[in-house]
């Protein structure tokens, strides 16, 4: 049975840093590319950023670009973002997801698996 479980959101000041984990299970994680989109109170579902099955390519949304950063320990089946300066528009639930094509994960296809997702909060 696949399952992804996210964890690690929580309330933080702007400017301040937070790492959430995505634990996976249930499939390879190195047979799917892997990533993570945040939906904010009335808007939709939106890319953050991804890191290819094979771990050598990371793509990230303009937003996320210098500040984020996508990592995965496949020994632990965990897959990470470091955010870093956060800004209160950063606001939302941050969903994990893994898809076998990039293009579908990119667009946020509901046909991949998908976690439940964590709040993250950034105070100004």
């Known amino acids: 049975q696949v399952q992804l479980v996210e964890s690690g959101g929580g309330l933080v000041q702007a400017g301040g840093s937070l790492r959430l984990s995505c634990h996976a299970s249930?499939?390879?994680?190195?047979?799917?590319?892997m990533g993570w989109f945040r939906q904010a109170p009335g808007e939709e579902r939106a890319f953050v950023g991804i890191i290819s099955g094979d771990g050598g390519t990371t793509f990230y949304a303009d937003s996320a670009e210098g500040r984020f950063t996508i990592s995965r320990d496949v020994a632990k089946s965990e897959l990470y973002p470091q955010m870093n300066n956060l800004k209160p528009d950063d606001t939302a639930v941050y969903f994990c997801?893994?898809?076998?094509?990039?293009?579908?994960?990119?667009?946020?296809?509901?046909?991949?698996?998908w976690g439940q997702g964590t709040q993250v909060t950034v105070a100004s």
């Open positions: 997801a893994a898809q076998r094509s990039i293009a579908r994960l990119t667009s946020a296809s509901p046909d991949g698996y």
């Open positions: 249930g499939f390879s994680m190195i047979r799917y590319n």
